[in-house]
């Protein structure tokens, strides 16, 4: 039809064109009777053919869209073909199950492709966490693939090992990693041949010129397939654990020495009382006199150990009262000076303060005051001095004690655990004996109990000074007293 339509408007225009040329209307009827006597066939016979063309092309497409019903259906073409109701029926009904089946599937697709998201979205959550986990840890962590390269690690394993944690990624852990720390890489190597699960090992390694020991725990990473996708290996520094371990050894070994010597010293002398060999009334007295100092040595170490043990379990009772520390350090002092005599050193002391007054467990401070200057007394050589004095703070209202000697002095290096419970300064160990717990109650009975602070300065051959801040007390509490 469109054909047809566009030959008739051609000849239309060429019977116009012709009329134009004649000038006269004679000449544009008899141009445009002919025009039309060739217009009219032209059209019938293109017109002819553009409506046979159109029903070839719709009897085509009724036989694929047959077809199609056929092929939806799955039956058979020719019971379509004899049936034209039922084929347009049949092709609207398998094109909606179609549609149906096609439009469920692409649901369940959506829904699948949601959850999937949701789980990738899950998974980088996890590896995120699991990341930030591993690089905020304190120990060491370092992870390589199968091949022995750098997958990830953390900062405390860069400091250790001294390499860029960062951009060190897929590098070969062998180039990463010094020879200093060589059995820590064969350790990582060896178990990656061996695919072991975990396997544990105790290394020592050298920092800062101090010898440290790491618990090295490798473990090696499977994939769902059982293969293995890399090890994992994690240092803990134990370097703390072991000396506390070695001090509770020492620790032992001196408490059971100290509670020997005077064990021994009452069980000799008491068995030559019961012998008779003590005749006369003064060999008697001093016979009982030595019985009794280590008798009281005896349980002086028995009360450390105990007294320690219930501050830091909260067990031990605390009777707090006004008290004035020069007052205290006077009783004191009267005790320490006959054993500070023995060995030829001298006390001093100082007048007392105006307002000097603390809220204090009075038997508890003054064994920390015995022990300060017991101390002192311990490691000062024959022919120095030991000086204790208070200062009080007004401004900041605290009193301080200290006690300062003229002895053996502590190294640098050790000056920061003396008040450790069962640390022995090495270098001193020959100067006297002890157990380590002395200094350890100090700072028990002062910070956890009274709320003060112990500090201490020291120079090796010059001496020390130990001391201890306590809060002054207030107006309302020394008239209640």
């Known amino acids: 039809m469109i054909v047809t339509a566009f030959a008739a408007a051609a000849f239309f225009a060429a019977a116009l064109a012709v009329w134009q040329k004649s000038g006269s209307e004679e000449g544009w009827w008899h141009a445009g009777i002919q025009g039309l006597g060739l217009v009219v066939p032209v059209c019938c016979v293109i017109g002819a053919v553009g409506v046979i063309w159109l029903g070839w092309s719709l009897f085509r497409l009724t036989g694929g869209i047959a077809s199609i019903a056929a092929w939806l259906r799955h039956d058979k073409p020719e019971l379509i073909q004899s049936n034209p109701n039922a084929t347009v029926k049949s092709l609207v009904e398998a094109i909606k199950t179609a549609f149906d089946r096609y439009s469920s599937q692409a649901e369940d697709s959506a829904e699948q492709v949601k959850n999937s998201q949701i789980q990738a979205h899950v998974s980088q959550r996890r590896q995120k966490n699991t990341e930030a986990i591993i690089y905020s840890m304190r120990d060491a962590v370092v992870v ?140 008697r007295n001093e016979f009982y006199t030595v019985i009794q100092n280590q008798a009281k040595r005896l349980n002086r170490l028995i009360e450390d150990i105990l007294n320690t043990s219930r501050i830091e379990s909260g067990l031990i009772k605390v009777s707090k009262e006004t008290a004035s520390l020069t007052m205290l350090i006077e009783e004191q002092m009267q005790m320490i000076k006959s054993y500070a005599e023995e060995k030829g050193i001298e006390v001093i002391g100082q007048k007392p303060i105006v307002f000097d007054q603390v809220l204090v467990d009075k038997d508890m401070i003054s064994q920390v005051i015995v022990n300060l200057l017991s101390n002192a007394v311990k490691y000062t050589p024959s022919g120095g001095t030991v000086t204790i004095k208070t200062d009080v703070d007004e401004i900041e209202r605290l009193a301080k004690v200290t006690v300062t000697d003229t002895g053996v002095g502590i190294p640098e290096d050790e000056v920061e655990h003396v008040f450790e419970k069962f640390y022995r300064v090495k270098a001193n160990n020959k100067q006297a004996k002890g157990t380590g717990l002395g200094l350890n109650l100090v700072k028990q009975i002062v910070e956890k109990v009274h709320d003060g602070r112990v500090f201490v300065t020291s120079k090796v051959n010059q001496g020390s000074t130990f001391g201890f801040e306590l809060p002054l007390a207030t107006a309302e509490a020394v008239q209640v007293a």
Do not use: W
Request: charged share 30%; glycine share 4%.
């Open 144 to 283: 390589i693939d199968e091949y022995n390269k750098l997958s990830m690690a953390n900062e405390a394993a860069g400091k250790l090992f001294a390499f860029d944690y960062k951009h060190s990624h897929h590098t070969p852990i062998s180039e990463l990693i010094g020879t200093d720390y060589s059995e820590f890489v064969d350790f990582l190597i060896q178990s990656t041949k061996n695919k072991a699960r975990a396997t544990r090992r105790e290394m020592e390694f050298l920092q800062t010129g101090r010898q440290k020991t790491f618990d090295c725990v490798v473990s090696c990473v499977f994939d769902q397939r059982e293969e293995l996708c890399g090890v994992a290996a994690v240092l803990h520094d134990i370097t703390r654990e072991k000396e506390v371990s070695q001090m509770k050894n020492d620790f032992v070994s001196h408490v059971s020495h100290e509670l020997k010597t005077p064990l021994a010293s009452i069980t000799a002398y008491s068995e030559m009382l019961a012998d008779g060999e003590a005749d006369d009334e003064e060999t």
